[in-house]
Structure formats: C-alpha cells, structure tokens
C-alpha cells in the first residue's frame, strides 16, 4: 500500500490558491516529461507576488520588481525551481482545500531521502500560505513558525517503523525498562 506525504497549510486567498495549483501543474507536467523549460518560462509562469520572496543573482534573468535581498533562509529562484523541477524526488498528486480555511498539498516521495520538506514549505510560503502540519514520511509534524522565513517541527507523531516502535514499548513495559 502506497502511502502519501503532505504538507497541510493556511489557505487564506482563493485567487492565490488557483495560481498555485496552476503552477503545480505546470511543474508537474515538467516533472513527468523531463521538459525542464527555461528561466524565461519560470520567470514568467510564477506571480509577481511569489517573486518578491526570492532573491536573483547579478547575473540572473530577473523581474521588473523589487525581490528579496540575499539572506540565509530566503531562497535563490532558480534554486527553487530546479528543486521543485528536477531535484526532489516526488510525484505531486492533488493540492486541495479541506476546510475550515486550510488546504493540503499531496505528493508521493519515490524514495528516501527525496529531498525533504523545506523547499515545498518555503514555495507554499511565497504565496502567503503557511504550513502548519506536515507528514514528510518518517513522521507528522506540527511547524511552528519562528518568524516570516524560519520554522520548527514539533513531532506529533511518529510513523516510520510504528510496528517497531510499538513493539519496543511494549518490551519495555513488561520489563520495566
């Protein structure tokens, strides 16, 4: 049985919601044929708006607008896209709304290590959309948010080797451990 990774999230703009399964789309489709597009493409197919929480090099094809100054936690553009594109070892599967103000982005990892969860959080988060729970595989997370760019996983619950684990407990329960 095949099971899903996800990244639940705030879902607070209907109009940013449809650009961001648009551009999943997009990337998926490019995921899938290996057709990897050129900066041109990518720079034109993400909204102004997520653009502004990137930053370019000198030497970048870059936007008309003002963007992000080079920090530690802000991403490069190009980085995230070929991250998105070509690096990260997953299949995007649904991204859906679910109530109550949230959505959820669904995706396989096709194998481990795929490329973890920061890139995904960080590119939800150029459309205003901040996780808040996460299963990257290995576990379930609650992310809590230190500032604008930075956050933690607090693990709600563990679910690699959950057979294992259970089992452990309970030997340590009849033993005393």
């Known amino acids: 049985m095949e099971k899903n990774e996800y990244i639940e ?18 990337i998926s ?10 900066d041109k493409f990518w720079l034109e197919k993400f909204p102004n708006y997520t653009l502004k ?39 995007f599967l649904e991204c859906k709304k679910i109530g109550n103000g949230k959505a959820r982005l669904e995706f396989y990892s096709c194998g481990y290590p795929y490329g973890g969860i920061t890139g995904l959080t960080m590119f939800l988060k150029s459309f205003d959309f901040k996780a808040t729970e996460i299963d990257e595989g290995g576990g379930i997370y609650k992310v809590e948010w230190k500032n604008e760019m930075e956050f933690e996983l607090k693990e709600i619950k563990t679910v690699a080797n959950n057979s294992y684990n259970l089992l452990w407990q309970k030997a340590k329960s009849i033993f005393n451990l």
């Open 53 to 91: 929480n990137y930053y370019f090099a000198d030497s970048d094809l870059t936007p008309k607008i003002e963007t992000c100054e080079t920090k530690e936690e802000t991403w490069h553009f190009y980085s995230m896209v070929e991250h998105l594109v070509e690096n990260i070892d997953i299949e």
């Open 9 to 26: 999230f705030e879902m607070n703009n209907e109009d940013r919601f449809n650009d961001l399964t648009k551009l999943l789309d997009l």
């Open 29 to 38: 489709v490019s995921k899938k044929s290996g057709d990897y597009k050129s």
